[in-house]
C-alpha cells in the first residue's frame, strides 16, 4: 500500500530521502491509518502520543538559534518553552485520533465532522484546505461540518488555546492520505492496472492509456466491510499545491448573504424566544417576585420561571420577552461582588502581590522597579450568549456555539439529573468567542428553563447581559523588578496578580490527565496554567514569572489569551525603560537580548517595513515588540499619535484619545495552512491590542459593572483603526503548524503601550490608558436589567 500512494516518488521503505522509515518504526511523514467497514469509503488516523509529542530539547533551545552573544547572561528556559500548554492539549487528543473520521460519498465530496467549533476563526477553511492537499480533491469537493459532543473523544473535542490546527494537522492529512491510496487501489482493480501508472489529481483518477475515473465512482468500490489497518506516507511540503496559498473563507458567501446559520437560527418546533431578567449586581439571588401574574399576562408571554440566574420569561417574540423582563418586580438577595469598585480590587491585588526577592541595590546596579493594573475586560463577542434547549422526561436536546461540548454534556446532564447519554448536544457555528464560550453558561441556563417550563426555548442573552453578568477578563496588577549594571541585564521579577480565572471549562482535567508530563512540579491549578503559557523571550538573567490569584466572586474567562497580553505589555513596558537607562535604542536592544532567531526574524521585518527610527513629529511616536507563543513568533510596530488635536477630536459616541495610525506586523508560525486566514488573525488580534491598551474595559462600582452595550464599551472602531496597516507572513520555517489565534494581541497590546510611553514622555502603568478619565458616558440603570428596544435604529445608521 505505501507505493501506491503517490507512486510518482520513491516509497518509504525505499531508504531515500529523508523521509525513509527508521528501522522499526514510523518515519516523519509515514503513519499507519484505518479503512473502516462503512457502506462507503471511510478513513480514520491511528496515532501514538509519540508521533507527535513535542521535543522538549527542540522547543527549549531551537537548533537554528545562534549563540548567546557574550554579553548577555543566558536564562534557564521557561516551563513554557520545555511544554506549553498546546503542547499538553495536542497529546491529551492523540489517543482518539482513530475517532475522527473521513468519508467520500458516492457524488465525489469528502465529508468531515470537525470535533471543534468554528466561531469566525477559521477553522473549517483551514481544515478543508488540509483535506483537499492530502486527498487531491478541489476544495469545493470538501465539506466540514461541526461534530456534536462526542464523549468517547475524551480530551479531543476542545477549542482553545489557539491549538485546532496544530492538533488536528497530521490526523486529517493521514486520514485523508489512507483515502487517496485507497481509491488508487480500487481504481487500478477496476481498470486492471497497476497503481504505480494511475495518477490523481482534482478528484480524477486518470490511467495511462487516458482512461479516467472520478472519485465518487469508485467511493463504494474502495469501501470495505471490516476494518483494515494500512501504511501512508504524507506528501512532501515541496508539492504542496493547496496548502501555504491563500485561499477565502468557504464561508464567505453565506456569512456575507445572511444563510450562514447560527444557534439562534436553528428551528426547533414549540421553541419559543427567551429572556432572563438578571439581578442588579454580579451574581446576586432572587428573593421573591412580586407581580409574576401581571406578567405572565402580557401579550405574547406564555411562561415565567424563577432559575438560579434570575426570572425567565418565554414570549412569542424577543421584542415582548424585552418588555416583559422590563415589567417584572424582582426583590434581589446579594451577589458574590457587592460593594466592590475598581479600588476595592486595585487594593485586594496589590496586598495579595507575591514578594519580589532581588533588591534594588542601586549603589551596585540599576534597576526599574514598575507596577502595572489592568482593569477587567469584556469578552464581547459579537453574537451574544444564546441556545435552544428542549428537555422532556427522561432526555434532554441542547444547540449552541460550545467550544468544550463534552464538558457541557456531562455538566448539564447532572444538572439535570440524566445520563449522559440521554442528554444530546449539537453544535453551531458561533458568532465570535475569543474564549467565552468555552464555557456552556448559556446552554446550561436553557436546559434549566426548558425544565422549570417544560417546553423547549430559544435562550438569548441581551447585550446587557452579556456586559453585566458575563465572563470578563479579570483585572489584575503585575509587579516588575529588572536590575542591569555595566550593558547587562542581571535579573528580571514578575509578580502578576489576578482575580481569579475560571477553568472549569474542562481543560483542568486535560492538565490532570496529563500532570506526570508537565514540568512544573507541585504549582497549584492557575499557576501551572499561567507557568504553561507565559514565558520570556530574552536572555534577562536570573528570570522568574510567578503568578497569585484571589476573589472567586467575579464571572472570569480567557479572553483570546489567558495571562499573556497583560504579561507581555508590562515586560514590553519595562525592556523599554531598560534600553533607556542603558542608553541603547528600543530595537537594537531587543536584538541583543532575544533568545531565538525566529524572533529576531520578525522583529527585524516590523523595523524594515516600518522604518524603525524615523523622524517623528512631538506627539506622536513608535513603538515596538515581540511576542512568543505556542512555537509562533510575532513581533508588531506601532505608530500612535497623542496631539493634542487627535486627542481632543470630537465623534458622536466615541471615546476618541490617542490614535494608533500606522501598524506593521510579521508573523512567524512555521507552516502557514492558510496564509490569508492568518492575516485575518492578525488583524482582529490587531485590533482587540489597540482596544485594550487604549480605550475598552468595564467600570466596577458598587458590585456592578457600568458598561451595557457597545455605544459605551469602547472597543477599537473604525474612528480608531490604523489607517495604515501591513500585515506579512513569514516564509515557512517548519513542516508543522504553530498556534495563531491568540498571537497578535498581545504584541499589539504591547506596541502600543510603548509607543504612547515614547509619545507621552511617561511610561503608561493603567490600561486603558482612558479608564481613570471621567466617564464619557451616563450608565443606564440595573432595574429594569436591560434598556427598552431601541427604536432609533435608522437614525443612527445615517
Known sequence: MAAQDHPSRPGPDSGTGHDAAPPGGIGRRRFLGYVLAAPTLTVAAELGVQALAPTPAAAAVPAAAPAVAPAVIPSLPGPSEILDLNDLLTIAALPTANLITIRLDPDGTAHFALPRAEVGQGITTSTAMIIAEELDLPLDRVRVTLADARPELLFNQMTGGSNTTVSTYTPVRVAAAVARGRLLRAAALELGAAVSTLTAKAGVITSATGIKLGYGELAVKAATLTDTQVSVTLKDARDFRVIGTPRSRIDALDAVTGRKKFAMDVQVPGALPTMVCRPPTINGTVRSVDNRAEVAAMPGVTDVATVSTGVAVRARTFGQCIDAVRALKVTWGPGTAEGASDATVRDKLRKAELPLVVPALDLLTKSVDARFTFHFASNGALETNCAVADVRPGSAEIWASLKSPIVAQEKIALQLGLPVGAVKVHVTEGGGSFGRKLFHDAAGEAAEISRAMGKP?????????????????????????????????????????????????????????????????????????????????????????????????????????????????????????????????????????????????????????????????????????????????????????????????????????????????????????????????????????????????????????????????????QWNTPPELEIVVMPSTGDQPGGAGELAVAASAAAVACAYGRATGTMPTSFPVNHTAPLPFTPSPTVPPIPAAPTDGRARAL
Not at 560 to 584: F, H, K, T
Not at 596 to 608: G, S, T
Request: hydrophobic share 40%; charged share 20%.
Open 457 to 717: 426555548v430559544r435562550l438569548m442573552w441581551h447585550r446587557t447581559d452579556d456586559f453585566r453578568q458575563g465572563r470578563t477578563h479579570p483585572m489584575a496588577t503585575s509587579r516588575v523588578r529588572a536590575t542591569y549594571a555595566l550593558g547587562e541585564v542581571l535579573t528580571y521579577e514578575q509578580r502578576h496578580t489576578s482575580i481569579a480565572t475560571d477553568f472549569g471549562h474542562g481543560v483542568g482535567e486535560i492538565i490532570t490527565s496529563e500532570v506526570a508530563r508537565l514540568p512544573v512540579a507541585n504549582l497549584t491549578f492557575s499557576e501551572t496554567m499561567f507557568q504553561l503559557t507565559v514565558s520570556s523571550p530574552y536572555h534577562f538573567g536570573l528570570t522568574t514569572q510567578l503568578l497569585n490569584e484571589v476573589d472567586h466572586g467575579f464571572n472570569t474567562g480567557s479572553m483570546r489569551n489567558i495571562y499573556s497580553p497583560n504579561v507581555r505589555c508590562a515586560q514590553e513596558l519595562v525592556v523599554d525603560a531598560i534600553a533607556d537607562g542603558m542608553g541603547q535604542d528600543p530595537l537594537a536592544f531587543r536584538r541583543r537580548f532575544l533568545k531565538d532567531a525566529r524572533a529576531r526574524a520578525v522583529l527585524d521585518k516590523v523595523a524594515e517595513l516600518g522604518d524603525w527610527g524615523r523622524r517623528m513629529e512631538p506627539g506622536t511616536a513608535q513603538g515596538i515588540a515581540i511576542h512568543p507563543e505556542y512555537h509562533s513568533f510575532v513581533a508588531v510596530l506601532a505608530e500612535i499619535d497623542c496631539r493634542p488635536q487627535t486627542t481632543g477630536r470630537k465623534i458622536p459616541d466615541a471615546c476618541t484619545g490617542p490614535r494608533v495610525t500606522k501598524v506593521v506586523c510579521a508573523v512567524d508560525v512555521g507552516l502557514a495552512v492558510n496564509p490569508r486566514g492568518l492575516e485575518a488573525q492578525m488583524m482582529g488580534g490587531i485590533a482587540d491590542g489597540i482596544a485594550l491598551t487604549l480605550t475598552s474595559s468595564l467600570h466596577l462600582k458598587d458590585g456592578a459593572f457600568l458598561e451595557s452595550s457597545w455605544d459605551n464599551y469602547f472597543y477599537t472602531r
